[in-house]
C-alpha cells in the first residue's frame, strides 16, 4: 500500500557527504517502518539502516555506524539517510524498503527502484 522512489545519488568523493532521500506514496506512511539496503556489484543486498514508524527507533550497519544517520519527516512522506565520511566501499546502488512488522532488520515487503552512489578514492 506504499510506493517508493529514491533519489540524491550521485558521485561523490571519498570523505565527503550524501543525503538520499526516499518519497512515498499514500497518507499511510507513517504507519511503516522504513529502511535503507544497498547492493554493489559482485555482492548481495545488504542492510544499512532503518527507522520505526514513530522515529523513536533506530538501527544501523556496523560498517555506517557513526557515520549514515537515518530519519524521517511523516508529514512530508519522507525518509532520508544522511551520509557522512564516505568510503569508496559505499559505493552501491542504495534501496528504501518499507514494512509494518517489528523487525527494522528483515521482513520488507516493499522496495523504491534504488539509487546509484559512487564514492571516488
Known amino acids: 500500500q506504499v510506493q517508493l522512489v529514491e533519489s540524491g545519488g550521485g558521485l561523490v568523493q571519498a570523505g565527503g557527504s550524501l543525503r538520499l532521500l526516499c518519497a512515498a506514496a499514500g497518507r499511510t506512511f507513517s504507519n511503516y517502518n522504513m529502511a535503507w539496503f544497498r547492493q554493489a556489484p559482485g555482492k548481495e543486498r545488504e542492510f544499512v539502516a532503518a527507522i520505526s514508524w514513530s522515529g523513536g527507533l533506530t538501527q544501523y550497519a556496523g560498517s555506517v555506524k557513526g557515520r549514515f544517520a537515518i530519519a524521517r519527516d511523516n508529514r512530508k512522506y519522507t525518509t532520508y539517510l544522511q551520509m557522512n565520511s564516505v568510503k569508496p566501499e559505499d559505493t552501491a546502488v542504495y534501496y528504501c524498503?518499507?514494512?509494518?512488522?517489528?523487525?527494522?532488520?528483515?521482513?520488507?515487503?516493499?522496495w523504491g527502484q534504488g539509487t546509484q552512489v559512487t564514492v571516488s578514492s
Open positions: 524498503a518499507a514494512n509494518t512488522g517489528v523487525n527494522l532488520r528483515a521482513d520488507y515487503d516493499y
